[in-house]
Every structure is written in C-alpha cells, then in structure tokens.
C-alpha cells in the first residue's frame, strides 16, 4: 500500500484495543509496515487482518511494564524490519478511585502501565531509530493528564508524567533528528472509559456524564485520535516536536 507512511516501520503498542486498533489500520492505509504489540492475544487478530487487507504487520504479545517483555518487542522489529522509524506509545490502563479511595496498589499500577512503561518501550526502541530520517516518538497521554478530573489522581497524574516526559524526551533527542510528541485525547469512545465508569459507585451515570464535558457534544472517535498520530508520526509535522497536541472536542478550552 502507498501512501505517507510507505515504507516506514513503526511500533505500535496496545495495539488490540479501541484507539490502538484504529490507528494500526490508518498506518498500514498510510504504507507502513506495522509491529503491533499488546498483552493481549487479540493483537495477532489486528496484523492478520492488516496482512489480509494487503498490508504488512506483525504482532507481538508482551507485557509492557515487564522490561524482559519489552525487549522481546525490540527483537520483533529488528528481526523482521532491522530497524524502527516510528513509535507509538499507545498502551493505557486506568482506575477510577477518588484521592482518598485511592490504595498504594492503584497507584503502583497506575503508574508502571501508564508512566514506567514509556520509559521502558522508548529504551528499548530508540536505540533501534537512531540515524533514520523522519524519525518520531508519539506518546498518548490525555486530557486528564492536562486539567484535574474527579476520581482520577493516579491516572491524572500519571499522564501528566507522561505529557513531561515527552517534553525532555523531545529536548535530549532533538540532536538525533528525533521528534517527540504527546497526544491529549478527551473522551473517546473506547472499552477504557466504560472500564473507568465500571469502578465508580454508579457506572451508568458516570458514562453518561462524559459526553456534556465535551463543547462539541459527542465522544471523539477512534479514527479521530489515528488521524492526529498520523500526522506527528509523518513528515507533515517535521518541525513539531516537544508539543502536547490536544485532541478534545473542545474539552480543555472551557
Ligand atoms: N478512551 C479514552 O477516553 C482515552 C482518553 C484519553 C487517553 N486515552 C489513552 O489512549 C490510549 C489507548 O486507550 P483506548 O481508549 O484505546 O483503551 P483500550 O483499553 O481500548 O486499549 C488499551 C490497550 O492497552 C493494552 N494494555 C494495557 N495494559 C497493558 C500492558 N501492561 N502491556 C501491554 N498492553 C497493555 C490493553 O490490552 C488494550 O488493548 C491509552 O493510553 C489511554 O490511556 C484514552
């Protein structure tokens, strides 16, 4: 497939889920050839699909707060693609608790799979991005790590590490030629915010209390959020780097 990712190998993590899978099909749309990578199983379904459709994907399942696991992604790529152009730190994982509900558990956990682990995949891969042009690193992070949302303390600040680290990654690799970007999704309809409103006292008004944050009245779609890593993945946004791209329906504005 041609188009303005064609030929460029990119990473891909939690690509089994809402946002994950959306985005595997728009870069294997766009030519890429694709590692996929999610714990779950299902991620082997998304590159077959993809292979089937005439694109060029693999998967990998590993745990990505796991470094042993990680390392295994690394592996995948350079085994099948000798190198990476493109990462994209997708993977999340979220707990609703208020601050005072919230346990050193949750908060352990929230923060190896939401914070640990970019900096455990981005390790592992960089290396394997150095010296290829275009080179780029899309974090998502989210609108919660931006502004404070109720019941989300570890998530929330979680994130907010995540939109930092994406800042100073952007600074110590800008010498390599590589970008650095995060995304700051609002409300997108995924399984992740249905799994949030799941452990609040009451799970059908918490979803439904999503939609009137956003100013243009709807959840964001998963297509949305794989356009705009698309974008910072391609050479469109070859002077964008060190940048929280916020991708809210109006969300943070008001
Ligand atoms: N959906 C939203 O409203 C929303 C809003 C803002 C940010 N985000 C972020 O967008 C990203 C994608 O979320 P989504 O909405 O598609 O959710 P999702 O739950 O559909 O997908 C998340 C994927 O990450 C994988 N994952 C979780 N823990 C993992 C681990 N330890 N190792 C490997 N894979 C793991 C899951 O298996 C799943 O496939 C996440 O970083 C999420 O925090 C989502």
Known sequence: MAG??????????????????????RLA??????????????VADVAAA?????????????????????????????????????LVNNHGA????????????DWDRVHDVVLKSVFLVS??????????AGASVVNIASVGGV???????????????????????????AEQGIRVNAICPGVIDTPQPRQFAATLPDPEAAFAAFEPLH????????????????????????FVTGSALIVDGGMTAV
């Open 29 to 42: 749309d766009e030519g890429a050839r694709l590692v996929l990578s999610d714990r779950e199983a299902a």
């Open 123 to 132: 390790s592992a891969i960089i290396p394997l991005m150095l010296g290829r």
């Open 94 to 105: 979220i707990v609703g608790r208020s601050f005072l509900e919230t346990t050193e558990e």
């Open 4 to 25: 303005e990712l064609t030929n460029r190998v990119i990473v891909l993590t939690g690509a089994a889920g809402g946002i994950g899978r959306a985005t595997a099909e």
């Open 147 to 173: 502004i404070a949302l109720r019941n989300m303390s570890a998530y929330g600040a979680a994130k907010a590490g995540v939109v930092h680290l994406s800042k100073c990654m952007a600074i110590d690799l």
């Open 215 to 238: 100013p243009l009245g709807r959840l964001g779609r998963p297509d949305e959020v794989a356009d705009a890593i698309c974008y910072l993945a391609s050479d469109r946004s070859s």
């Open 50 to 86: 993809i292979v089937a459709a005439g694109g060029e994907a693999i998967a990998v399942v590993a745990d990505v707060t796991v470094a042993a696991q990680v390392a295994r992604i690394a592996e995948a790529a350079t085994t099948a693609f000798g190198g990476v152009d493109v």
